[in-house]
């Protein structure tokens, strides 16, 4: 059994949709999930989804019809991909939120890194996507630190740096973001051809507000644009 409730048909033309009680399987037999349906859609619960090998693809935490609470999925090999909390305002946000702590892992089942969310951004560690295919689309890390406090100087620095790949598993671009208290910055900013090498990147140092820019472009081969 995969799962097991009630499905109603509001007319001949509609669809089969959930209602009420709702139980979830994994490939073993044990139950990963109940969730109570309201004319199909989840209201309060744990929501599962599957790949087509019937192995579970996803669970979701529903309170009052959002999505509030633990979040899980898997690669579809079974090993865990990813595991925090998703936070929903209102039926109208369709984003639901990441917040708290996610832990993130690659195909083989080992840990990547964790990220601190607060109201669906990332205020610090790692932030990771994948493609459909389940390789890694994009990594962001974030890291907060404070000053020497034997200097007398406490302030918040930030480092932000997202590395994005091809389905092919090099990397398409890459992105640093260095800030601090007073808005001062350092971007960082690589892009690189589909095989691996590098097309162009530039740097912009905004010291207090003096703008300096650097620019260069590669050709397919990796020389240098004049």
Not at 22 to 31: L, R
Not at 128 to 140: L, P
Request: proline fraction near 0%.
């Amino acid at each position: 059994i995969k799962e097991k409730g009630i499905l109603l048909q509001k007319n001949a033309q509609a669809q089969l949709i959930k209602e009420g009680n709702w139980e979830f399987y994994d490939t073993k037999g044990s139950i990963v999930g109940k969730c109570f349906y309201k004319n199909g859609i989840p209201d309060n619960g744990v929501h599962v989804t599957y790949y087509e090998s019937d192995i579970v693809k996803s669970i979701t935490t529903y309170t009052n019809g959002l999505k509030n609470g633990e979040s899980k999925s898997w690669f579809k090999n079974g090993n865990l991909q990813a595991i925090g909390s998703l936070f929903q305002e209102n039926v109208d946000d369709t984003l639901h939120k990441k917040t708290g702590i996610w832990n993130y892992y690659d195909i083989n089942g080992d840990f990547l890194g964790k990220g601190s969310y607060a109201e669906g951004l990332l205020s610090n560690g790692i932030g990771i996507q994948y493609f459909e295919n389940e390789a890694i689309k994009s990594m962001t890390e974030v890291s907060k630190t404070k000053g020497n406090e034997y200097t007398y100087d406490r302030r918040d620095t930030k480092k932000t740096k997202e590395v994005n790949y091809f389905k092919n598993g090099h990397i398409s671009s890459i992105i640093e973001d260095y800030s601090n208290y007073n808005g001062t910055y350092i971007l960082l900013h690589e892009n690189y051809f589909e095989n691996g090498l590098i097309r162009d990147k530039y740097v912009v140092d905004d010291n207090q507000s003096k703008i300096k820019r650097e620019i260069f472009e590669y050709h397919l081969n990796g020389e240098v644009q004049e």
